[in-house]
């Protein structure tokens, strides 16, 4: 669902080098790769390494969804932050900003699905504006490389929210496709929750798309400098 609108926008077309299956197409003329990682920051680390090892990368961008701790946070807004945090490690990382708007607080990487009201403010206490499970991994390995890194992710859903809980992320399999035969069981179990998880999808998909727009728009300003030929 997040790779959806980069492939609509760029044309992008399945391609393959070795073993590496991803996306290729150009933005601006300029050559573009691009892959799906999966849920979570090893499948996030895996994913990126994967591609790093098939084509020659010279920046990377992260697209896709997150979730705000602002309970009134628009959605589809765009979160540009100043640093990505692993939860796991504490270990902080430094985007390089493409953004038009000033970068602001920090992105919250984590494997855990974050629902206490007591964790998420002491979260938002301490600067922390959204949360997303895959950034902190992609940042340590272009890091490790010494490839430049940007992250353009969009609200698909706040904290106040309490639609998403665990029995919902259980519908979504670590690569990020759907379980349609979990989704079915739910539906029967909380016929009441049709509307909501409509809106939820609705949500995300414009959050996705309008994370890619950032992206796009921000990449072509760059290419335009001349210093720059990927976006992942």
């Given at each position: 669902m997040?790779?959806?609108p980069l492939r609509r926008r760029l044309s992008l077309r399945r391609t393959r080098s070795g073993s590496c299956g991803f996306f290729?197409?150009?933005l601006a003329g300029r050559p573009v790769a691009a892959t799906a990682t999966g849920m979570g920051r090893l499948l996030a680390t895996r994913g990126l390494e994967d591609l790093l090892g098939a084509v020659q990368v010279e920046r990377v961008v992260v697209v896709?969804?997150?979730?705000?701790?602002?309970?009134?946070?628009?959605?589809?807004s765009l979160v540009d932050p100043e640093v990505v945090v692993d939860a796991a490690t504490g270990v902080a990382f430094h985007p390089?900003?493409?953004?038009?708007?000033?970068?602001?607080?920090?992105?919250?990487?984590?494997?855990?699905?974050v629902t206490d009201r007591a964790?998420?403010?002491?979260?938002?206490?301490?600067?922390?504006?959204?949360?997303?499970?895959?950034?902190?991994?992609?940042?340590e390995a272009c890091e490790g490389r010494n490839i430049p890194w940007s992250v353009f992710r969009a609200?698909?859903?706040?904290?106040?929210?309490?639609?998403?809980?665990d029995e919902v992320f259980a519908l979504v399999?670590?690569?990020?496709?759907?379980?349609?035969?979990?989704?079915?069981?739910y539906f029967v179990r909380h016929p009441g929750r049709v509307p909501a998880m409509l809106r939820m999808s609705n949500d995300a998909k414009l959050a996705a798309a309008n994370a890619a727009s950032a992206a796009i728009c921000a990449v072509e300003r760059l290419f335009q400098t001349g210093t720059?030929?990927?976006?992942?």
């Open positions: 997040e790779l959806a290729a197409g150009s896709g969804i997150t979730g705000a701790l602002g309970s009134d946070t628009a959605i589809g390089e900003h493409l953004g038009e708007d000033d970068p602001f607080g920090k992105l919250w990487t984590t494997d855990e699905l964790d998420l403010a002491r979260l938002q206490a301490d600067g922390v504006v959204a949360i997303d499970m895959e950034t902190a991994g992609i940042a609200v698909s859903d706040r904290a106040s929210d309490v639609s998403l809980d399999n670590a690569d990020g496709s759907y379980r349609p035969g979990a989704i079915a069981a720059a030929s990927q976006v992942d």
